[in-house]
């Protein structure tokens, strides 16, 4: 099969002939047709998040099963699949819960610890392929389909984990993004006053396209006065900040209202600390919450929104898998609106 590799951090990526992977116990393999290219892989491409190197990256996929191993139950050939990011245990007590990204026996990551989808083919644990719900035409909307799995399904974590209520309001921080942006969207499908954050006024008729009610251009500072500006001084119900700086976080909690609750998903930007006034946090119960990832759960929910027409991910920029290394330029510069995706088959 072919393959985009990477040998090393910071280098680009070489297209190489791999041997076709063989499905052992428990495992499955999918001809990818889509992946996308967002910025938690751009991390490790750049060395700023450690994997081991030669590594094919790559998890929000498309694809079609064409081997089942000894042992694999609930996939048969020919399903239509996308990918669960997370190689967790499935038996310690988080997963039991269904709270798979805090797993105490986690193996990682897809595309990260083991090689994943910038290639014709991938070859996982079966678990770790999640079939398509019928009402979605992978033939049609195959980039679309693929990024659900991070685009939609992280924002949808996150309305869960805030508590985001019909009437609240709900500012996004670094909006223009390829999460962000879709937070947007998940906000106002769940009625809530949308604002805008981010430093790049040219995505902003984007965001307003997405769901912004109000926009806040960042790039000067000032966001702590801007969201209480459009606040009349209450203070927002909830911040959810998708860049996680120092900077960031400390704006955010500033402009927090009572019962207020910040959200941090950082990733691979994501400061170590930030100073917080405790006094806020207890006068007016403010919360501070981080949001790791998703559930399948959550995946099965997004993929379900889609499949009714509810919502739909924003793909802006669809290449050719050899093209990955122009396409991580884009990335790594912000100057993809929505998502980016690689075309395989």
């Not at 105490?104 to 610890?113: A, C, H």
């Not at 999640?130 to 679309?144: C, F, N, Q, T, Y």
Request: hydrophobic share 45%; charged share 25%; net charge neutral.
């Amino acid at each position: 099969m072919k393959a985009m590799v990477l040998r090393g951090p910071n280098l680009p990526f070489a297209l190489e002939q791999r041997p076709d992977p063989v499905a052992g116990p428990g495992e499955a393999v999918a001809r990818v047709i889509t992946c996308g290219a967002g910025l938690t892989i751009q991390h490790a491409k750049t060395g700023r998040r450690k994997i081991a190197f030669p590594r094919i990256i790559g998890h929000e996929i498309t694809g079609l099963i064409v081997e089942t191993g000894p042992g694999v139950r609930g996939l048969k050939v020919g399903d239509a699949v996308t990918t669960y990011f997370y190689l967790n245990c499935g038996h310690c007590r988080w997963c039991l819960q269904n709270l798979e990204p805090l797993c105490e026996n986690t193996g990682g990551q897809v595309g990260l610890e083991c090689d994943g989808a910038y290639a014709e083919y991938i070859k996982l644990p079966a678990q770790n392929f999640i079939k398509l719900p019928a009402g979605l035409d992978h033939s049609r909307h195959p980039a679309e389909i693929g990024v659900v799995t991070d685009a939609l399904a992280t924002p949808v974590k996150v309305l869960r984990r805030a508590a985001v209520k019909a009437g609240e309001t709900v500012a996004v921080i670094g909006a223009g993004g390829g999460l962000g942006i879709h937070q947007l969207m998940m906000a106002r499908w769940a009625r809530a006053r949308v604002i805008a954050v981010d430093t790049k006024p040219e995505k902003f008729a984007a965001c307003r396209k997405a769901g912004a009610d109000e926009v806040v251009d960042a790039s000067a500072g000032r966001v702590e006065e801007q969201l209480l500006d459009l606040t009349r001084g209450e203070g927002v119900d909830v911040v959810v900040d998708y860049v996680s700086v120092a900077a960031t976080l400390e704006a955010g909690a500033k402009a927090l209202g009572r019962r207020g609750r910040l959200v941090t998903l950082g990733g691979g930007s994501a400061s170590k600390t930030f100073s917080l006034s405790a006094a806020d946090l207890l006068n007016k119960e403010q919360s501070i919450l981080g949001s790791r990832y998703v559930t399948r759960a959550e995946v099965l929910e997004s993929l379900d929104l889609v499949a009714r027409g509810e919502v739909f991910p924003l793909v802006s920029v669809v290449r050719p898998l050899e093209e990955a290394e122009a396409v991580h330029e884009m990335v790594e510069r912000g100057d993809v609106t929505g998502r980016a995706v690689l075309q395989v088959a």
